[in-house]
């Protein structure tokens, strides 16, 4: 940038010093002029003096002898020339105003003035681009910090478990066929479970509740959901695609309810938390649900607002984590609303209060 401030006062000097020598040279050659022709009009006068007053006044100057005066006449001071002698038309000429010189030094002083207003411009203008520059150079960096905040690298390896689980057919509700926890907008409900309750650790077990793997639930009750899911093995609770499967059903069924059969063969209804109509009104706006014969009540409308989604997300998980606070239930929803923003400071201080954090 410096480089173009010096091309720039490089080019407006050489413009100023060509402008000063044309100046002089013009100056000079109206002043030579000026000379010439008071010096002719001077002889004249004289040889018009040598005639006698008498015929001098039946003298009549023709038009050659007149147009050359009335150009002349056009600076001051040339009928006085006119009448005096040579002497006198010299010192006419010293009177005029605005010699050569006078008219050259303003002629320059009025163009370094311009350069000056010039050079004051571009200084305001360098000012007003070097604050706008700090201003966009601060919002970057403000931006790239933050979006160069991420999820804990666990993350994306559950994502990639979430994926090969939610294959599974058999993961929506019974007999509603609710599937809120692999849903394309909801599915991260899996990984936030995953990390505040193991922190993405499938053999993760707590001593005090015996739980084992990823999901928040005690391997018999993950046994009970493993069959429905019609795995092809034994149910592991440390195999992390089976329990991310067991989890999503755990969470759909607590969601949408399930019919189960009764050791009498009776179907038995259990209700989910979109069996309430106050519940519905939370998630969805409205309190109306759909009512069917064997089948547990659901919302008539979807869950889709972020807002909704995070609340029923959070209710699951103190449905499923027992002697969950509401503390924690209000971190789920944080989380799962920022789910595309781990930069966001609520984020960041609720992933500081992981084990092994920082």
């Given at each position: 940038?410096?480089?173009?401030?010096?091309?720039?006062?490089?080019?407006?000097?050489?413009?100023?010093?060509?402008?000063?020598?044309?100046?002089?040279?013009?100056?000079?050659?109206?002043?030579?002029?000026?000379?010439?022709?008071?010096?002719?009009?001077?002889?004249?006068?004289?040889?018009?003096?040598?005639?006698?007053?008498?015929?001098?006044?039946?003298?009549?100057?023709?038009?050659?002898?007149?147009?050359?005066?009335?150009?002349?006449?056009?600076?001051?001071?040339?009928?006085?020339?006119?009448?005096?002698?040579?002497?006198?038309?010299?010192?006419?000429?010293?009177?005029?105003?605005?010699?050569?010189?006078?008219?050259?030094?303003?002629?320059?002083?009025?163009?370094?003035?311009?350069?000056?207003?010039?050079?004051?411009?571009?200084?305001?203008?360098?000012?007003?681009?070097?604050?706008?520059?700090?201003?966009?150079?601060?919002?970057?960096?403000?931006?790239?910090?933050?979006?160069?905040?991420?999820?804990?690298?666990?993350?994306?390896?559950?994502?990639?478990?979430?994926?090969?689980?939610?294959?599974?057919?058999?993961?929506?509700?019974?007999?509603?066929?609710?599937?809120?926890?692999?849903?394309?907008?909801?599915?991260?409900?899996?990984?936030?479970?995953?990390?505040?309750?193991?922190?993405?650790?499938?053999?993760?077990?707590d001593p005090t509740t015996g739980r084992e793997g990823l999901e928040p639930i005690t391997p018999t009750q993950g046994g009970e959901?493993?069959?429905?899911?019609?795995?092809?093995?034994?149910?592991?609770?440390?195999?992390?695609?089976?329990?991310?499967?067991?989890?999503?059903?755990?969470?759909?069924?607590?969601?949408?309810?399930?019919?189960?059969?009764?050791?009498?063969?009776?179907?038995?209804?259990?209700?989910?938390?979109?069996?309430?109509?106050?519940?519905?009104?939370?998630?969805?706006?409205?309190?109306?649900?759909?009512?069917?014969?064997?089948?547990?009540?659901?919302?008539?409308?979807?869950?889709?607002?972020?807002?909704?989604?995070?609340?029923?997300?959070?209710?699951?998980?103190?449905?499923?984590?027992?002697?969950?606070?509401?503390?924690?239930?209000?971190?789920?929803?944080?989380?799962?609303?920022?789910?595309?923003?781990?930069?966001?400071?609520?984020?960041?201080?609720?992933?500081?209060?992981?084990?092994?954090?920082?």
């Amino acid at each position: 940038m410096s480089q173009s401030f010096e091309s720039f006062n490089d080019e407006d000097d050489e413009w100023l010093s060509e402008l000063e020598t044309r100046a002089i040279d013009l100056e000079k050659e109206l002043f030579d002029w000026r000379e010439s022709r008071a010096r002719e009009l001077a002889e004249s006068a004289y040889r018009r003096e040598s005639v006698p007053r008498q015929a001098r006044s039946a003298f009549r100057p023709s038009e050659d002898d007149v147009r050359p005066k009335q150009a002349a006449g056009r600076t001051s001071g040339v009928r006085d020339i006119a009448r005096s002698d040579d002497g006198h038309a010299r010192a006419a000429i010293g009177a005029l105003p605005h010699p050569a010189e006078e008219r050259t030094r303003a002629l320059i002083d009025h163009g370094r003035r311009s350069v000056d207003r010039a050079r004051k411009s571009r200084g305001r203008k360098i000012t007003i681009v070097t604050a706008t520059a700090v201003a966009m150079v601060t919002v970057l960096v403000l931006v790239v910090f933050r979006n160069g905040a991420s999820w804990p690298p666990s993350v994306a390896t559950v994502q990639s478990e979430i994926t090969a689980a939610c294959q599974n057919p058999n993961v929506a509700s019974e007999p509603g066929q609710v599937n809120f926890a692999c849903g394309k907008t909801t599915s991260q409900i899996l990984w936030i479970f995953a990390l505040m309750t193991s922190t993405d650790n499938p053999s993760y077990t707590d001593p005090t509740t015996g739980r084992e793997g990823l999901e928040p639930i005690t391997p018999t009750q993950g046994g009970e959901v493993a069959w429905s899911l019609d795995l092809h093995h034994p149910y592991n609770p440390y195999n992390p695609v089976d329990s991310i499967a067991v989890a999503a059903r755990a969470i759909n069924n607590i969601i949408g309810g399930a019919t189960l059969t009764n050791a009498k063969g009776a179907p038995t209804v259990q209700p989910g938390l979109e069996s309430s109509p106050a519940n519905c009104e939370q998630y969805t706006g409205s309190s109306a649900v759909i009512a069917r014969a064997g089948f547990p009540d659901v919302c008539a409308r979807p869950v889709t607002s972020t807002s909704g989604q995070a609340a029923l997300a959070a209710e699951v998980y103190q449905e499923w984590v027992v002697g969950a606070t509401a503390s924690a239930a209000r971190n789920i929803s944080v989380l799962f609303e920022n789910a595309n923003d781990p930069g966001n400071p609520q984020v960041q201080a609720i992933l500081q209060t992981l084990p092994g954090a920082g």
